[in-house]
């Protein structure tokens, strides 16, 4: 058995990402094609799983592919400045940081909503009042 003899299974397996995945991150660039097998199967090493590793969690904290692949590229250059790093993941939390306040605005008026509703008939819900007239919404960020 050489250093690249893991299958696509137990790479998914090993990396928790799933093997459709794995083909497109491998479609789009994010992994660099491995070598095949005679039989023409992928073969992956112990640095294919860190890097499918390394993916599966950019992704899970939310950072879009473009931002992934800039990543990957500092990665291959390690006494370089993280400075880059720094700058992708400073403006992914400030994206993060307006979608929660959108949240939570968009939280707010419908609490709001439902608070003011009389629960009695639908002609006089105020939950149907305020989508159907955004101009009786207190918010304008939602």
Known sequence: MTARAISIGEAARQSGVKVPTIRFYEQIGLMPAPPRSEGNRRQFDEK?????SFIR????????????????A???QPQRSCHEADSIAIRH?????????????????LRRMVEECGHGKVCECQVIHVLADHGKCRSDTH
């Open 74 to 76: 500092l990665t291959e």
């Open 48 to 52: 294919d799983l860190s890097r499918l």
């Open 93 to 109: 939390l400030r994206e993060i940081e307006m979608r929660i306040a959108k949240l939570q605005a968009l939280s707010g008026e």
């Open 57 to 72: 969690h950019a992704r899970e904290l939310g950072f879009e592919m473009d931002d992934i692949r800039e990543l990957l």
